[in-house]
């Protein structure tokens, strides 16, 4: 099949879609200094929100990233965003035929047994149906919609529009790098042949897991733009969390604790999604990851700046959170910086630091960690801001989001003893020799 690739014509329609949605927002914020207004910044989050809410695509799915990054927007914003869905109007009938032809060829259907007409899963990029395969096999088709490069290049232009509006008002975060880390990852999502790679690297990681499952992708039925992989049945979280007892919400959190962290730390790779629609949960309450399209590959070094940092808080340590920093991507820390950051650092990190039976947030209110993040504004204020390294958007992006999720399931866990299980004798340089040799099995490069 010949790569799709973006067209001038389709990026200039997304252009016009996009502008149309943004001209009243922009106009606004042209016109009023609304950063430096509490009650004119909420009414302006709630436009903007509205005005991405109808876009659907890639971004909304950018839009909700954001949102988990503290101070990339301000708070008023960032509350808007994370009430936006991913979850997409799917393609009917006529459509997926056509794109499903434009993949595998006029006589497409009779390489399936069955294939379901209705969508069981719509998102920004693509759709899922349920399929049988000619073997019998239960089957995921995972189709992405038409003309995906050009509305991703057209968004990520639109994205440095709304940035730009963002810091022309309020300089405390440079986006810059991270905005490049977002697009470099959409673009990445739109490959589901690499995609189809980084399920063969999860099913290696977690070869012989009976707390993990990954399905098989069937390459004789996948395409760069259509994943057909093996079908894992399971249920919802939100309906485990609704009916389950503690003790098994405890034990599916440490299941999805494994699912992301055991990668991590083993193999520097993550889970850059922790998206309800992502995982579900089966009988025994072990795990099933769908989806890898988000999944980012870091060097050793910052898994190491990772224990590192952890620590530095633990034994209060400054020199060692410095350097640990740097680790991050952190050019040069100052004291000052460093004693800023450690204000969000000791937020994430303190389940950790406590050996203990405990839920993760122990408030009990969503409010803190909006708290934290309007001290940390201010004081980077103080400072003339600073610029947030790549490497920070999907760890953070990963570890709030999978706090939600244990948050979601009310569990209760000693996170210190699970973390230290997970880290114990860790050496950077056995991860590095790990890594370099599952990456080059699946046809990876390395970071």
Known sequence: MAKEKSSLRKRVTRYAKVSTSMANFGARAAG??????????????????????????????????????????????????????????PMGW????????????????????????????????????????????????????????????????????????????????????????????????????????????????HAGSKQVHVPEPVEAVSTERLLTMTWLSGEKLANVADRASLADRNKVAMNMFHAWYTPFYSYGVIHGDPHLGNYTVRKDLSINLLDFGCVRIFRPRLVDGVIRLYEALRDKREELAVEAYKEWGFANP?????????????????????????????????????EIAAKMHVELRKIGGVTIPREFVFMDRATIGLGSVFLRLKAEVNWYRTFHDLIEGFDVKALEKRQTKALKACGLDAP
């Open 32 to 89: 009023q200094q609304f950063l430096g207004i509490s009650a004119d910044r909420q009414k302006q989050a709630e436009r903007l929100r509205a005005a991405l809410g109808g876009l659907k695509g890639p971004l909304m799915k950018v839009a909700q990233i954001l949102s988990t990054i503290p101070d990339a927007v301000p708070q008023e914003y960032a509350q808007e965003l994370a009430q936006l869905q991913a979850d997409a109007p």
């Open 94 to 205: 006529a459509f997926v035929k056509r794109r499903m032809a434009a993949e595998l060829g006029a006589d497409w259907e009779a390489k399936f047994k069955s294939f379901e007409h209705e969508a069981c899963a719509a998102a920004s990029l693509g759709q899922v149906h349920k399929a049988t395969g000619l073997d019998g096999r239960a089957l995921a088709c995972k189709l992405q919609y038409p003309d995906m490069p050009s509305t991703v290049e057209a968004d990520l232009q639109q994205l440095k529009l709304i940035m730009a509006v963002f810091e022309r008002y309020d300089r405390a975060v440079s986006t810059k790098k991270v905005q490049q880390e977002i697009a470099d990852r959409l673009h990445e999502e739109l490959d589901y042949i690499r995609e189809a790679r980084h399920m063969r690297l999860y099913d290696l990681i």
């Open 334 to 370: 100052s004291k000052k910086l460093v004693e800023i950051l450690n204000i969000w650092a000791n937020f994430i990190y303190a389940p950790l630091l406590e050996d203990k039976t405990r839920p993760l947030d122990e408030t009990h209110t969503g409010l803190y960690g909006r």
